[in-house]
């Protein structure tokens, strides 16, 4: 059987000591991307790539009740004024998930997940 991300994130956050842990996911990249200077001038440029090496919040997150203290109103967003704060006084830590992640913000998404499910083994199913 798998190891839940649960199980391995939280016992991460309990190890680490924090008061907020994020789970650190790699995305494929659909796009090239471009630094452009002042000029409007390409200084640099990348193609997309499988994997890039910086992780990006994959929205699964282990918080002690003392993150409370970092949402100032109803007004906060967290993901960024909270977040920010806390990677600033370093009580935010990334666990890095290894395993099968996908996000499902769109229809392309929705059809990609529905395509692993009914090729009938999709890397999410644990049971």
């Not at 949402?71 to 990334?94: V, W």
């Not at 099968?100 to 913000?105: I, L, S, V, Y």
């Not at 997940?113 to 009938?120: K, P, S, Y």
């Amino acid at each position: 059987m798998r190891t839940s991300i649960s199980g391995a994130l939280l016992k991460f956050h309990r190890e680490i000591g924090r008061l907020a842990t994020v789970t650190a996911v790699n995305v494929e990249q659909r796009f090239g991307v471009m630094r452009l200077g002042e000029d409007g001038l390409v200084t640099a440029f990348r193609e997309k790539s499988e994997m890039d090496d910086h992780g990006v919040n994959g929205g699964f997150m282990v918080l002690e009740p003392r993150v409370f203290d970092y949402i100032k109103s109803d007004d906060t967003i967290f993901e960024r004024e909270s977040m920010e704060h806390l990677a600033a006084d370093g009580q935010l830590a990334a666990y890095r998930h290894k395993g099968f992640w996908q996000c499902m913000d769109d229809q392309r998404d929705k059809i990609t997940l529905e395509g692993l499910w009914d090729e009938g083994s999709p890397p999410w199913k644990v049971w």
